[in-house]
Antibody
Framework: EVQLVESGGGLIQPGGSLRLSCAAS????????MSWVRQAPGKGLEWVSA???????FYADFAKGRFTISKDNSKNTLFLQMNNLRADDTAVYYC??????????????????WGQGTLVTVSS | SSELTQDPAVSVALGQTVRITCQGD??????AGWYQQKPGQAPLLVIY???YRPSGIPERFSGSSSGNTASLTITGAQAEDEADYFC???????????FGGGTKLTVL
């Protein structure tokens, strides 16, 4: 059974740093594409970052230069290092497994498994 | 533009059919992923690809695509389908993933 379990959220002051973790089971992160997606209170889903095979990483504009995605294959765990946090980073952060497919002239990109989320609150 | 546009809210009578749409230029080359999210829960994938349902998703959920518009159709909506629905795609030029703003479905 595939499971994703996030941890590391909490209350942090503006300008502070936080490292989120996402422990995976039922599959290997080394062979998978993985993402972080966030959701501010009462708002919609917002993609944060993705890591593909090897060292290919991608970021939303708001995350570039502040957030770093990585994974530890030996621990089967995904991470998100968040620095210089701002009040508008307050959100539930989900990790998800990505699927990216191309066939017959069409692409598919979707998230087939999600964790339960971890809440990050940036406030003084 | 890589943005995806959804109607903020849609309602449907119990047992009737409802279509939720998602518009964006990226949908001319990407099939949308569709997610259901109930209060306090993580999103759940309900439709992906041309029209595929993950295991456990009822047959009343289906997907389609035409031009720059993707649609999620619920045929015979049930009370438990009341939720927020989000679509997603990807912008290959920007190497970023995009979500629609979400549609709140009310089952009357």
């Amino acid at each position: 059974e595939v499971q994703l379990v996030e941890s590391g959220g909490g209350l942090i002051q503006p300008g502070g740093s936080l490292r989120l973790s996402c422990a995976a089971s039922g599959f290997t992160v080394s062979g998978s594409y993985m993402s972080w997606v966030r959701q501010a209170p009462g708002k919609g889903l917002e993609w944060v970052s993705a890591i593909h095979n090897g060292n290919d990483t991608f970021y939303a504009d708001f995350a570039k230069g502040r957030f770093t995605i990585s994974k530890d294959n030996s621990k089967n765990t995904l991470f998100l290092q968040m620095n210089n946090l701002r009040a508008d980073d307050t959100a539930v952060y989900y990790c998800a497994r990505d699927q990216w497919v191309f066939y017959s002239g069409w692409y598919e990109y979707y998230f087939d498994y999600w964790g339960q989320g971890t809440l990050v609150t940036v406030s003084s | 533009s890589s943005e995806l546009t959804q109607d903020p809210a849609v309602s449907v009578a119990l047992g009737q059919t409802v279509r939720i749409t998602c518009q964006g230029d990226g949908l001319r080359m990407y099939y949308a992923g569709w997610y259901q999210q109930k209060p306090g829960q993580a999103p759940l994938l309900v439709i992906y690809g041309k029209n595929y349902r993950p295991s456990g998703i009822p047959e009343r959920f289906s997907g389609s695509s035409s031009g720059n518009t993707a649609s999620l159709t619920i045929t015979g909506a049930q009370a438990e389908d009341e939720a927020d629905y989000f679509c997603n795609s990807r912008d290959n030029n920007l190497n970023q993933v995009v979500f629609g703003g979400g549609t709140k479905l009310t089952v009357l």
